[in-house]
């Protein structure tokens, strides 16, 4: 009885310090690790289809989205309601936020 006690206690405690993690905050809070769009789930580390290294997806005002410079070598583009950061000459995918950054003041 003493053993079962001790174990649920255990269980309690652990979800109970996930329960008060800190929530991600500033625009940490709108990043993805995956995201589907054209009906293709996407991942950091795939390539982006080659439409999206065209000039017409790529975002220049990258402030006003309140997005976060591209690293060099790469540009911001929207697919499937979200800014992914690709490659320009491979389309690799490097970062990924949620589109409802737009809004984040």
Do not use: C
């Amino acid at each position: 009885m003493r053993k079962t006690k001790m174990m649920l206690l255990g269980v309690l405690l652990a979800t109970a310090g996930a329960a008060w993690a800190a929530p991600a905050t500033g625009i940490k809070q709108y990043e993805l690790k995956e995201f589907t769009a054209d009906f293709t789930q996407f991942k950091i580390g795939d390539n982006a289809p080659a439409m999206y290294l065209t000039p017409e997806y790529n975002i220049k005002q990258w402030q006003q989205r309140n997005l976060p410079a591209p690293d060099a070598g790469s540009h911001w583009t929207y697919m499937g309601g979200n800014y992914v950061q690709i490659g320009d000459t491979d389309g690799k995918i490097s970062k990924i936020y949620d589109g409802e950054i737009f809004y984040h003041r």
